[in-house]
């Protein structure tokens, strides 16, 4: 049996996914993208794909670990600026839960004939770009169910306070020179905190409907955050201090940053 190989499809096909992919994950989880870089993994992962078609790897599931392990990790590392293996873990685990959510939009418009012209696949690769970061956003949200309650503790020096936070996946609050995520404190231990540390810098905030302003922060030495059967320690954590309450009955004095859940 004689099979006809398209090497411009496949390159596109798989060049045009992996570019949406990479996209998603970068915006989603606020990574730092290199300069190319995402046209750069893109490229690489569409290649790799023409690549196993035309030399099939001679075991299943050393083809598997190559895909699964190699080009991932070669992917992100050429798309973002990652400073950790465990932040290479996390874009790789981004990574896969937007191709598993892309493929199920895709697959909703195959029965409909969208693959059968270039541009209903265009449009269907259109519409897969417009709803992915949707599915994302329940997905996350849907995952951090019962665990948005935990106890942090904050080390600052010899001093150390501790406050109840919520894990809010709409807190984007970054420090705009680094780029860092931060955390909102209130309360006693908010100001207890912004007393004993050594120094403060100001980040400037926007809340839906209200006007923006300056928040001082500090940097802390440590931060040990415990959940329900979970744990995670941040190291040199950005902490402001608001003046104002976060929460009614005080159920919560700390609001942590969407990216220590991702």
Not at 66 to 79: I, N
Not at 84 to 109: C, D, H, N, W
Not at 234 to 246: D, F, G, Y
Request: charge should be positive; hydrophobic fraction near 50%.
């Amino acid at each position: 049996m004689t099979y006809n190989v398209y090497a411009d499809v496949i390159l596109l096909n798989n060049f045009t996914m992996d570019f949406l992919l990479l996209t998603t994950v970068q915006r989603m989880m606020k990574l730092k993208a290199r300069k190319g870089g995402i046209v750069l993994a893109s490229l690489a992962g569409a290649f790799y794909a023409l690549a196993v078609i035309l030399i099939p790897l001679p075991v299943f599931f050393v083809q598997t670990f190559f895909t699964c392990a190699g080009m991932s990790t070669l992917m992100t590392l050429l798309a973002f600026r990652l400073n950790s293996p465990a932040a290479v873990l996390r874009a790789i685990a981004g990574l896969y839960l937007a191709a598993v959510l892309a493929a199920g939009i895709m697959e909703f418009f195959r029965p409909f004939g969208w693959f059968s012209a270039f541009w209903l696949y265009a449009a269907a690769a259109l519409a897969c770009a417009w709803l992915l970061p949707v599915l994302w956003r329940a997905a996350g949200r849907s995952a951090i169910r019962g665990r948005e309650l935990c106890e942090v503790t904050i080390a600052c020096g010899e001093f150390c306070v501790k406050a109840r936070a919520l894990i809010d996946t709409g807190n984007h609050l970054t420090e705009p020179v680094s780029g860092k995520p931060v955390s909102i404190l209130a309360g006693d231990a908010g100001r207890e905190l912004l007393e004993n540390a050594q120094g403060c810098l100001l980040v400037p905030y926007r809340s839906v409907g209200k006007d923006g302003g300056l928040l001082p922060a500090v940097r802390a030495d440590r931060m040990e955050i415990q959940g329900s059967g979970w744990k995670q320690t941040v190291e040199r954590p950005l902490i402001a201090v608001s003046a104002r309450p976060l929460s009614r009955e005080d159920s919560y004095q700390m609001l942590l940053n969407e990216k220590f859940w991702m």
